[in-house]
Each structure stands twice: as structure tokens, then as C-alpha cells.
């Protein structure tokens, strides 16, 4: 076993997963969580022990299949991005509510910055809010080994778990040596609590005051856990408060070690006892977190204390972003290293459509519509790679918000007034969340053109199977569109005049209109062809 | 990003010592490796006063604005440790035209010092093995033609 690997933040809880006995794995693809379940679908033992590892259609369904292998006893491990969290909302609170049977916990991985999301929304308040523990390592090692203890303290305390990761937790490759033996999976058994699991208001009021009292015990676990701890410094100026990653930056600006008491944490409910214990040593407590200021917020009361707050909610460390080596030496008031200044002869590299991309040809046939002759045109539009038609050249969507939001957006649109109202998504976004917009259109018979540009991928997060692929307007027909209105076309620039024509035909139909726009990523068939 | 035509960089730390941050401090890069010069020039506020940059000359031009070349080349040229190669070419002489990346990783190795050459061909021949010794030896031979022509500079 103590053979060492350079493993991703995410492959490292992969691992874990798979090392604590996995029976299944429920995600959707989204940056920075898609390669914890890549990880596990080539991972050997996968195959050796028939762990469950489709990707499912999104992250609800993921959480809800997640959570019925938790009943039957088995260990699940639900992945996705922050705002996923957003999608799975219901079933991951109402597992708070369940608890968990088999060992099931939920990584959520951060995107703070938003590299590559529409908001840098923090999963650790899922925590709170659901009453749940909140896992979060901060480094590779310890997100192995937090995950194999994330299964036993689920099954331990029958609560679910979130494992949160940030940017540069789950998206960097470091050293993991695999502690203790891979454990067996578990049989199948149903819960101890069989009334949790059916949340009847007579179940409900009663779980919900248990649920009150465990979160307390929570609490009281994470005050004596060994992933959170106080090390004392000789300067008493100041503590620091470090909760996951923002350990590393700090530790990162001290190499010979931090001359402030510490407490490091890594586990939630954030343990006011060891607050209160740093409190008692320092007159001030800096609080490093990567994210919202959690932790800030709470320690921060409405009345007058003896101990002085620091962190970002008063911009001592920048207010917004991830967090870096640099804005917590800045923080700690150390000096900047000397630098080269930034370069002037420079200029931005932004991503944008691939060359030869079907998305490409779909907005130009639609650009060559709408602005010559529908200029009262609006396009919403939604998250995937056809979300870059926003860029230049096309500046062909008015709207993005969260996937499967063109759909039905474009119908409260409609219904206002705006003509031609326009949806525009993908193959993957169209059955993650387009679907159930889409029989809102119909049974609503909204006047809307509904574009789906199928490249028959997941492709922005690197061409993951897609849930619908080969059954897209098999789909839209049985929701009821009118099969003469879903139209497919194939988006090259020798099909422009077909394209446009189809494109105002569907326009000047006042009806619910399908049009699907297919052709497979040149990305995923170059992969193809090389095969 | 990169398979989209965005900029992309990417942070790696070796050291006998704990590393904690898995990013780089502004000024404590001791090189930056690129293979596109104006991708070099957009980190250097990351290189420490005695760090190397190891770029290659030949521009991608994927954006209106690409700034002209004597001016990408002058910003470059005016810090004190530049190597600055043509790497496409070089890796089109020693007959490898897709090792282009192996060229600029000789090129790095000439002034890596904590890392012993042999042990990148080492780890040239464990990546590249699967694919047959014709692939390893064009990959080890960029890697020395990268290698050489740093030194010559």
C-alpha cells in the first residue's frame, strides 16, 4: 500500500472513495470536479468490484441515486462543481434530513475567481445551513485521508458529508502515499432509522430536533478532530484562524515557521471551542479562508468584543477571489517580494470557440438572420462552450445565467413580447436542465425558437458522454413539439443558405420550435479519429 | 482553455524542503518555461530577480492585437536571463517536428541545476515507452537538441 503517487486534489479523494470501500460513484461533469470521477471510471478496482460510474444526467439525480445506495447501505460518493451544490439543493438537504445509512459523502469542488464559472459561491455554507459536516483538506495527502475518514464519520454519526475543494486544491498534482488496507465494500442493509427515511411532517419535526442535537455533537467531534488543531507561536500580537488551503499561504510566507499561534481548520462545524482557546492567547485573530468569509462572519458579532477581527470582510485580505501566497503575506503586513513590474507590450489571450467548431457555423447561420432581418431579436443562451458565441466575432447571446436558463427564460420573454425570442444551449445542458423548460414551452405554446447545437458531448469540461446522445428529438417529439417543428440541420459553412432558411422558417412560425443543430466536437472527433 | 485558444500557465515546485503553497509567489519563480513568447512575457512579475525565462521566438497569433514582434522580443530581451530559442525549428531539424515541447524541456535542463539531466531522459523514455523506441529516441533527441542549443547561448 505505501507505494507513492502524484495524484490531483481530485484523484486523491478518488482514492480515498475507492480505498473506503466504494460502491458507487454520482456525478455530473463541471470544473474542478470532473476528474474525481474520471479517476475512479479507469481506476482498476472499479472494474474489479463493479462500482457504479456513469455520469448521470445532472446533479440531482446524482445526489438522489447517491442517496439510495446510502439506504441500501453502501458507500456513495456524489461529485460536482459549487454550483451543482445549487441543482442538488433539495436532495441534499433532505439527506440532512434522512442522514445517511451507507457511508455517502459529497464533494464539492469551489471555484473561487471564477475561472471557469458564473459565481464564487462557497459550499461550506451547505454545512450550515443543511446541518451537515463540512470536510475540507488542504493538501493532497490529507484529502485522501480526510475522505476515507469522511466515509466512517458518515456511517459513524449517519449524517452525509461534504468534502470541500477549491481551485488549486482539487486542480494540483502532489505526492500521496495511501495509508491502511483497502477496505471491503459494505453488504447490503437498510437503515437502523427506517422513519427518518420518509419525511412525513409527523417524521419530520421529530428527525429535525435529532438532527439539532447531532449538529452540536458535530460540533464537538470537530472541536477534538485531528485534522483541526491549535500550534502556538512566540508572538502573541496576533493569532491566526487558517482554514483549509489558506494554511499553505500562510506557512508559505513563514519556511521557518509562524511566529503567531495557529489554528488550523479542516473541519466543520467550525469548532468555536478552539476559537474561543486562540481568543484567550491574542488580542487579535486574523482570519485566512478561502472563499466567503464563513468564518469571519460568525466570529464577527453585532456586540462589543474583547478580541479585534481581521480578514476580508474588512479588506485586511482581499475581499474577493481565491486567495494566493501573495494576498496573505500582504495581510500578515510582510513586505512584497521584489518583482519584475507587469509588461506593457502585452495583450489578453482569451479562450474562444475552436476553429472549425459547429457552434461557429450555427451562430454565423443565426447572426445572418437576426441581424439583417429580425434586429427585435433576443438570444438567451445558457453554460457550455457555445456560451463563447457571447465573444467576439458573434456577440451572438444576450443572456447567460445557469444551465437550462435559455429555454425558459426565453419564454418569459416571449410571453412579455420580445420577437423573435431565441434559446439557445447544448446536447448535455438540454438534458441536465432543458427538458422539463421545454414542456413548459409546450404546454404553454410560447412563441420561441429553441436551438439545441448538439456536438454530441459534454464538451467544456472535456467531452464526458452526454445523456440524450442519439435520442435528442426523439426526446423533444415525445415532450410534444410538433415533430414539423423540430428540425435538424448540420452546421458547415456549405449548408449556410439550408440553415438560414430552416432558421426563418421557424421564426415566422408562431409556435414551439425545436431546432437541432448537430455536429460532433472537433475536439472529441479528432480523439475519434486517432482511435 | 489551451484546446480553446486561451492563455494558460500552469504552477510546478520542486524542492527537497515541504512545499506548502501549490502556487508560486509573486517574485519566486525561478523559471518560466513558455512556448510562445508573449505567454512568457505575461508572468514575469512571477520571476525572482535571479530567475530564467526559456522561451521560444515563434509567435501564435490567435488575437487581433498580437503586439509586433520587435516589441515582444525587446521586453523580453531587457531582463537579465533569457534563453530564447526557436524551438518549431529545432525540433524540424532534428527531424521531430511534434517534440517541440521536449526541445524547450532540454533547453530548461541546461539551467535546472537541482535536476540531473539523465533523469528527464529517464522519465522521456518511461512516458514515451508504450509508444516504441522510435518515439522515445526522436522525443531524447529533441530533448538534446533543446539542450545543446541553450548551452550555446
Known amino acids: ?531 | 482553455m489551451s484546446q480553446r485558444g486561451g492563455d494558460v500557465q500552469s504552477n510546478l515546485r520542486l524542492s527537497s524542503d515541504p512545499i506548502y503553497s501549490d502556487l508560486i509567489p509573486r517574485g519566486a519563480a525561478d523559471l518560466i518555461v513558455s512556448l510562445e513568447p508573449l505567454e512568457a512575457l505575461r508572468y514575469i512579475p512571477y520571476l525572482a530577480p535571479e530567475g530564467w525565462i526559456i522561451t521560444n521566438t515563434v509567435p501564435f497569433e490567435n488575437i487581433p492585437d498580437y503586439p509586433p514582434m520587435d516589441q515582444v522580443m525587446g521586453a523580453l530581451n531587457k531582463l537579465p536571463r533569457v534563453i530564447a530559442i526557436d524551438v518549431d525549428a529545432i525540433a524540424k531539424e532534428v527531424g521531430s517536428p511534434r517534440s517541440a515541447n521536449m526541445v524547450l524541456l532540454g533547453a530548461t535542463a541546461s539551467v535546472l541545476g537541482i535536476l540531473d539531466p539523465d533523469k528527464l531522459r529517464d522519465g522521456i523514455r518511461r512516458i514515451f515507452g508504450r509508444k516504441g523506441e522510435e518515439i522515445v529516441e526522436a522525443n531524447i533527441k529533441a530533448f538534446d537538441a533543446g539542450f545543446a542549443s541553450a548551452r550555446k547561448k
Open chain 1, 1 to 531: 500500500m505505501a507505494d507513492k503517487q502524484l495524484l490531483l486534489g481530485d484523484e486523491a479523494v478518488a482514492l480515498g472513495a475507492l480505498h473506503a470501500g466504494l460502491s458507487g460513484v454520482y456525478a455530473y461533469p463541471g470544473t474542478p470536479s470532473t476528474e474525481i470521477t474520471e479517476y475512479i471510471q479507469g481506476h482498476p478496482l472499479t472494474r474489479e468490484r463493479h462500482i457504479h460510474d456513469h455520469w448521470t444526467t445532472n446533479e440531482k439525480t446524482a445526489m438522489e441515486g447517491a442517496l439510495g445506495m446510502s439506504y441500501a447501505g453502501k458507500r456513495s460518493l456524489v461529485c460536482m462543481k459549487h454550483v451543482g451544490m445549487n441543482v442538488c439543493a433539495d436532495p441534499l438537504m433532505g439527506s440532512a434530513m434522512t442522514g445517511a445509512n451507507g457511508g455517502l459523502v459529497v464533494a464539492a469542488c469551489d471555484d473561487p475567481s471564477m475561472h471557469s464559472s458564473q459565481n464564487e459561491q462557497d459550499s461550506r455554507f451547505w454545512g450550515t445551513f443543511g446541518m451537515m459536516p463540512v470536510f475540507e483538506p488542504s493538501n493532497q495527502q490529507e484529502a485522501y485521508e480526510m475522505t476515507r475518514a469522511a466515509f466512517d464519520y458518515s456511517e459513524k454519526r449517519t449524517i452525509p458529508v461534504i468534502m470541500r475543494l477549491t481551485t488549486r486544491m482539487a486542480h494540483s498534482r502532489a505526492v500521496v502515499t495511501p495509508t491502511g488496507d483497502i477496505r471491503p465494500q459494505n453488504e447490503l442493509h437498510y437503515p437502523e432509522y427506517p422513519k427518518r427515511w420518509v419525511t412525513l411532517p409527523v417524521n419530520a419535526r421529530v428527525r429535525n430536533r435529532e438532527l439539532i442535537k447531532d449538529y452540536a455533537q458535530f460540533e464537538e467531534d470537530a472541536a477534538t478532530s485531528k485534522f483541526n488543531w491549535i500550534a502556538d507561536g512566540p508572538d502573541h500580537s496576533m493569532g491566526v484562524i487558517a482554514c483549509g488551503i489558506a494554511y499553505n499561504y500562510l506557512m508559505e510566507n513563514y519556511p521557518d515557521g509562524c511566529p503567531y499561534p495557529v489554528l488550523k481548520v479542516s473541519q466543520y462545524p467550525f469548532p468555536r471551542k478552539l476559537a474561543l482557546k486562540l481568543a484567550a492567547m491574542v488580542p487579535t485573530i486574523l482570519v485566512l479562508e478561502e472563499g466567503q468569509p464563513l468564518v469571519e462572519n460568525m466570529l464577527r458579532g453585532v456586540f462589543p468584543s474583547n478580541t479585534k477581527i481581521i480578514g476580508r470582510i474588512d479588506e485586511t485580505v482581499v475581499r474577493d477571489g481565491e486567495l494566493s501566497p501573495d494576498d496573505v503575506r500582504k495581510a500578515l503586513g510582510l513586505p512584497a517580494l521584489p518583482t519584475f513590474a507587469p509588461s506593457q507590450v502585452l495583450a489578453p489571450r482569451p479562450p474562444a470557440l475552436c476553429m472549425g467548431c459547429g457552434h461557429r457555423d450555427f451562430y454565423t447561420a443565426l447572426n445572418n438572420v437576426l441581424k439583417k432581418d429580425y434586429p427585435t431579436a433576443r438570444v438567451f443562451s445558457d453554460i457550455g462552450c457555445y456560451t463563447l458565441g457571447y465573444m467576439a466575432p458573434f456577440h451572438a447571446i444576450n443572456t447567460c445565467v445557469e444551465m437550462g436558463a435559455s429555454f425558459t427564460m426565453a419564454q418569459g420573454a416571449a410571453y412579455s413580447g420580445t420577437w423573435p425570442a431565441v434559446g439557445v444551449l447544448g446536447d448535455s445542458t438540454f438534458t441536465h436542465s432543458g427538458m422539463t423548460g421545454l414542456l413548459d414551452a409546450v404546454n404553454g405554446n410560447a412563441d420561441v425558437v429553441l436551438c439545441i447545437s448538439d456536438n454530441l458531448t459534454t464538451a467544456m469540461t472535456g467531452g464526458q458522454d452526454s445523456a440524450g446522445t442519439g435520442r435528442i428529438e426523439a426526446i423533444c417529439a415525445g415532450l410534444g413539439v410538433d415533430p414539423a417543428h423540430i428540425r435538424t440541420i448540420v452546421p458547415l459553412p456549405k449548408n449556410y443558405p439550408d440553415m438560414e432558411k430552416v432558421i426563418r422558417e421557424e421564426i415566422e412560425y408562431h409556435g414551439v420550435s425545436v431546432i437541432v443543430c448537430r455536429r460532433e466536437c472537433i475536439q472529441t472527433a479528432r480523439r475519434h479519429a486517432k482511435k
